[in-house]
């Protein structure tokens, strides 16, 4: 059974100070590691995918990392605006034939000015 | 704008009486999911399509029936069978299922509550 764990649970940062969340997974064969961003009631909004160890991917001061059993969201200085929830799923290749995602339970990320 | 449009935003359910949570995308995806999100937990896999007229159970269809009749829509029924519906409810599609490893896209969710 796929698994994925997000940590911390929640991160409270200043206005500008750098800062890294990890998600840890186990997963048969994996085909695709997600970032997504959540804003309070709202729907989770797509930021990366990463498909293959050594990958990195960027966007704006974002950055995503994959390990072969993690995958790490680089925040360089950040700004109140980057406050939200950060989820990752992982899709195994394993069992089912279906595009299923695994979800971790986030990272509420706080940035205060 | 292609998106997901839900609806509705808040929904409130009595005591024995079935709801009905909507879904429409114009995203010309063939594959649509429903999860459920609790506080403090990942997002869980009620439902799935990935074609018209075909639908597979997730982690925990009990007390939940879908249906696929266009390619654009996917409502999700919420029976009085589910004991504890209380949750944000949260639609998402994407291109294609199974070998895909394409991103799922979601709307802004339903959040519903029991009166």
């Known amino acids: 059974e796929d698994q994925v764990t997000q940590s911390p649970e929640a991160l409270r940062l200043q206005e500008g100070e750098s800062s890294s969340l990890n998600c840890s997974y186990t997963?048969?064969?994996?085909?695709?590691l997600f970032w997504y961003r959540q804003d309070p009631g709202k729907g989770p909004e797509f930021l990366f995918t990463?498909?293959?160890a050594g990958e990195e991917k960027e966007k704006e001061r974002l950055k995503a990392t994959l390990t072969k059993k993690e995958s790490f969201l680089h925040i360089t200085a950040p700004k109140p605006e980057d406050s939200a929830t950060y989820l990752c799923?992982?899709?195994?290749?394993?069992?089912?034939?279906?595009?299923?995602?695994?979800f971790g339970q986030g990272t509420i990320l706080t940035v205060h000015p | 704008d292609g998106g997901i449009t839900q609806s509705p935003k808040y929904l409130f359910r009595k005591e024995g009486q079935n709801v009905t949570l909507s879904c429409e995308q114009n995203?010309?995806?063939?594959?649509m999911y429903w999860y459920r999100q609790d506080p403090g937990q990942g997002l869980r896999l009620i439902y799935y399509?990935?074609?018209?007229?075909?639908?597979q159970k997730g982690d925990i269809a009990e007390g939940y029936s879908v249906s696929r009749e266009k390619k654009e829509s996917f409502p999700l029924t919420v029976t009085s069978a589910q004991k504890n519906p209380t949750a944000f409810y949260l639609c998402?599609?994407?291109?294609?299922?199974?070998?895909?490893?394409?991103?799922?896209?979601f709307g802004d969710g339903t959040r519903l509550s029991i009166l």
């Open positions: 998402a599609s994407s291109p294609l299922a199974g070998y895909s490893n394409q991103p799922q896209h």
């Open positions: 997963v048969s064969g994996l085909r695709g």
């Open positions: 990463l498909y293959s």
């Open positions: 799923a992982v899709q195994g290749a394993g069992g089912t034939s279906y595009g299923k995602l695994t």
């Open positions: 995203l010309n995806h063939d594959a």
């Open positions: 399509s990935q074609i018209v007229n075909d639908f």
